[in-house]
C-alpha cells in the first residue's frame, strides 16, 4: 500500500497541503505539453468519439431549448 496516500480518517497535518493558482496553472501546462507529445497525432478511440458525439448532441438540445 502506498504510504503516501491521502485517506479520510487522516488528521487535518497529514494531508496533502492546497495548490495555490500558479501551482495549478504550472501543472496543467506541463501536463498538457506531456499530453500532446505522447499522442499528438494518434487516432482517437472510438469511445471517446462516441462521447464527443453524445456531448454534442446534448449542447444542440440545449440550445434548441433555450
Do not use: C, K, W
Not at 31 to 37: C, N, S
Amino acid at each position: 500500500m502506498n504510504q503516501d496516500a491521502v485517506t479520510p480518517d487522516m488528521t487535518p497535518d497529514r494531508r496533502l497541503p492546497f495548490l495555490g493558482a500558479e501551482i495549478q496553472r504550472r501543472l496543467g501546462q506541463v501536463l498538457r505539453a506531456f499530453y500532446e507529445t505522447t499522442t499528438d497525432g494518434l487516432p482517437l478511440p472510438s469511445d471517446q468519439i462516441q462521447l464527443l458525439l453524445r456531448l454534442r448532441h446534448r449542447e444542440r438540445e440545449l440550445q434548441r431549448s433555450r
